[in-house]
């Protein structure tokens, strides 16, 4: 079983839904959790982190379960410019330093 | 400007024939890293390090060496590269802090083909 999960995708929505994607990982011990993106063919950056009470920024909103060990992503009001494939990492466990990465959702919003 | 380099961005070589790929960073970042991205893999990470002179295996270290001898620079050598390192690879680098690591940059991506 992979450290952390995400499901591939594509996921192919309308601009103006409201998406949202799951995360799981396995080891209970992580301490801490962040969404990237990357474009394609580009450098991943850095969406947001993910905080124990859930947190919000403009559309997107991050929520972590450490009961049932998954971390979600909602986009609201998509846009065109919101296509991307959308990173899980989750940090810590055994090490602070130990990162890893899920293999990414891809999203495509159509006009 | 803040950021991560990596030279070279692209790179054609054949098995065997030994190769670095540098990083280098200019936030005074403790934290550097290298991953490869493989389709249906994911990033998955190769070496990281914590700070000069200080560093650590990832998931995937086989067939590579790095090493930390200054703060800014983390190559990533090949010594005899194999087609299966035929990859997109990143470095990037972050702050350290009590608690662990922070927010990463990412360089913009080496495409390495061994034939």
């Known amino acids: 079983r992979k450290e952390v999960e995400q499901d591939p995708g594509p996921f192919n929505v309308p601009e103006g839904a409201t998406v949202a994607f799951n995360c799981t990982y396995s080891?209970?011990?992580?301490?801490?959790f962040f969404w990237y993106r990357q474009d394609c063919r580009k450098e991943p950056k850095l969406l947001m982190s993910?905080?124990?009470s859930g947190n919000e920024d403009g559309r997107f909103t991050a929520q972590l379960n450490r009961a049932s060990q998954y971390i979600s992503l909602l986009i609201r009001d998509s846009k065109l410019s919101d296509s991307a494939t959308y990173l899980c990492?989750?940090?810590?466990?055994?090490?602070?330093?130990?990162?890893?990465f899920g293999s990414g959702t891809r999203l495509s919003i159509r006009p | 400007e803040a950021q991560v380099t990596q030279n070279p961005r692209y790179l054609i070589t054949v098995t065997g024939k030994k190769l670095t790929v540098t990083c280098s960073q200019n936030m005074n970042h403790e934290y550097m890293s290298w991953y490869r991205q493989d389709p249906g893999l994911g990033l998955r990470q190769i070496y990281y390090?914590?700070?000069?002179?200080?560093?650590d295996k990832g998931d995937v270290p086989e067939g590579y060496k790095v090493s930390r001898k200054e703060k800014r620079n983390f190559p990533l050598i090949l010594e005899s590269p194999s087609p299966n390192q035929t990859s997109l690879y990143f470095c990037a680098s972050s702050l350290s802090r009590q608690g662990g690591v922070g927010e990463q940059f990412f360089g913009p991506g080496t495409r390495l083909t061994v034939l």
């Open positions: 390090s914590m700070n000069v002179e200080v560093t």
């Open positions: 990492v989750v940090k810590g466990g055994s090490s602070a330093s130990k990162i890893i």
């Open positions: 993910v905080y124990s």
């Open positions: 080891n209970s011990a992580s301490q801490s």
